[in-house]
């Protein structure tokens, strides 16, 4: 049984695989089992991954003759059940990775008897090749040092805060297979969100290794992540499935102010970059979202401090069915994001000299 099993996932990326390949390929873990799945790419993939598996007999690929509607969720479902390793890693198949990652991982994991291990990363800007910080390293930067994060209430609350991307993380085989989880499948948009809630509300620890030690690429033509069209509305619809998930495990009085407070936050930065032609759709999605939430869930006072005045009212303007209201505060909101944004960058450089 190997250590480690890779799920590599790709789609019509035939500049970027070979070097995610090799990437992967020369991790100082030796014992690996690399499963590349192709989610049908009409590109020159499926021959570079043909390739590479008759160079390196770790290389299992998997060539999907079309494209699924799961996506990226199809691909990478197959690949866990594939997997004969005792964890289970990803890899977005543009990316690169540092060649100790999955070893550090690993002895972390195993250091901790932790059902998932994580590493922060950096993101690789395709057209200039610069490297910058992703939107949550503040908060990783809080938890990091620990070195293990117990996931009581708490300590699931400040890892639902991360981004949710699979490829910075290890998870134990057993454990994804015990209690059944998978990727959601149908026409979603960052399938991430419900696998990174089912995981960290059902893991017993998370072992935290402090280093960056991806590049994620951002910024591709193609990439599900640049998207500004009408893709991005179908983010809401994990809200649901997320929601019924707690529901049938008996979480949801645990972590339902959390859940709306994860779709507030989706709102907020949806909310910026939705298209005006495109706005009576979010209405309609986040509609969705606070018909599963009473009125007093979004008033509350703890909650507009979680989630900031303008994004309560935005909430609020759904829940009463005010459109006017709701694209009044849209417009504010996009009206102020230079502003937020600086201020946000200027926090974060502060805090982090502030630890040099």
Not at 107 to 133: H, K, Q
Not at 137 to 144: L, M
Not at 310 to 332: I, N, Q, V, Y
Request: glycine share 6%; hydrophobic share 45%; net charge negative.
């Amino acid at each position: 049984m190997p250590e480690i099993s890779v799920v590599v996932t790709s789609y019509n990326i035939e500049r970027y695989i070979d070097d995610c390949l090799a990437d992967i390929a020369a991790q100082t873990l030796p014992d690996l089992e690399i499963i590349v799945v192709d989610d049908g790419s009409r590109d020159g993939t499926p021959d570079i991954i043909r390739d590479w598996a008759a160079r390196d007999a770790r290389i299992r690929p998997v060539l999907l003759e079309e494209n699924s509607v799961g996506g990226v969720a199809t691909a990478a479902n197959a690949g866990i059940d594939l997997a004969t390793g005792r964890y289970i890693g990803f890899a977005d198949g543009d990316d690169r990775y540092d060649p100790t990652m999955f070893a550090r991982l690993l002895e972390a994991a195993v250091s901790a008897d932790a059902d998932l291990a994580i590493c922060s990363y950096f993101n690789l800007d395709t057209e200039t090749g610069e490297t910058g910080l992703p939107s949550d390293a503040a908060r990783w930067a809080e938890i990091a040092s620990e070195g293990v994060l117990e996931l009581d209430t708490a300590g699931r609350r400040r890892l639902l805060a991360l981004n949710a991307v699979p490829w910075r993380k290890i998870y134990s085989a057993r454990f994804l297979n015990d209690h059944d989880i998978r990727f959601p499948v149908g026409p979603f948009f960052y399938e991430d969100n419900p696998f990174h809630w089912f995981t960290t509300l059902s893991a017993n620890r998370a072992a935290l290794v402090d280093a960056r030690l991806c590049r994620h690429r951002v910024g591709r033509i193609g990439q599900t992540t640049s998207a500004v069209d009408a893709r991005l509305l179908r983010m809401f619809a994990h809200h649901a499935i997320i929601k019924r998930w707690i529901e049938e495990t008996g979480q949801d009085a645990e972590f339902r102010s959390d859940l709306l407070v994860w779709a507030a936050r989706q709102l907020s930065w949806i909310g910026r970059k939705c298209p005006d032609d495109l706005r009576t759709n979010l209405f309609a999605a986040i509609d969705g979202v606070v018909a599963l939430h009473e009125a007093d869930e979004i008033d509350d006072p703890d909650m507009r401090r979680r989630i900031g005045r303008r994004t309560a009212e935005l909430l609020a303007s759904a829940k009463s069915g005010d459109f006017e209201s709701f694209c009044a505060g849209l417009d504010e909101s996009v009206a102020r994001t230079p502003k937020r944004r600086a201020g946000a960058a200027a926090r974060f450089l502060n805090r982090f000299r502030g630890r040099a």
